[in-house]
């Protein structure tokens, strides 16, 4: 079971603007981003500035011969995203970008059925998720962004260990702190684990949501 699988990105540009101190991306994107959809993230330019682009939620590893056999690539596990094919490249070449979001949604299994939760910051502040991205060009020479999430084991999260059905391992996206951002797109390779950290679960708020109950 992969974790975060859909989420809600930032409606406006100002959001962007606003909270991410980055420019928009060129088109909207989706708004509800499923893997394989188009949704902004947000690297850093040449000038020590942010910039957000389009690129598919679910990473496309450089080797990747037809898009369709990509799947489940939108969650990369931490403890092995050094190895696994699909992220190493990103990930070794310290390839970060900070992923918007303003919910993400999981499914609570606790009743014994799927409620379908609605994951937000208790602030009501838009998040950041920290992520991978990389590059693939298609055979007839389209050049296609991607990006993935990371994840970290959450058994202990007072919040996230709520989500999935009883027998699956609890997981979690990383958060960053606001103040994190620039530090987590400038990290070199070696030091990307020491972001790996847990976001504050007194921080983090899970509403039952009838939104789209058809979520998973």
Known sequence: QGM??????????AIYRETFKAEPPAGPGAHHVWPGYEAGFIRKDGDGGRFAQLGRFGMVAPWVKDLKKV???YNARTETVAEKPSYRNAWSKGQHCV?????????DWRSGISIPTNI?????QPMGIAGLWDRWTSPDGELIYSFT?????????????QFHRPEDEKRMVVILPEDQYDNWLEAK????MDFMKAYPADAMMATATAENPQLF
């Open 4 to 13: 975060c699988s859909n989420y809600l990105a930032p409606p406006l540009a």
């Open 71 to 73: 799947r489940s690539t």
């Open 99 to 107: 992923v918007p979001a303003m919910s993400f949604f999981e499914p």
């Open 120 to 124: 937000a910051l208790a602030s009501g």
């Open 149 to 161: 999430m990371l994840t970290i084991n959450a058994t202990d999260h007072q919040v996230m260990k």
């Open 189 to 192: 390779p070696g030091e990307s």
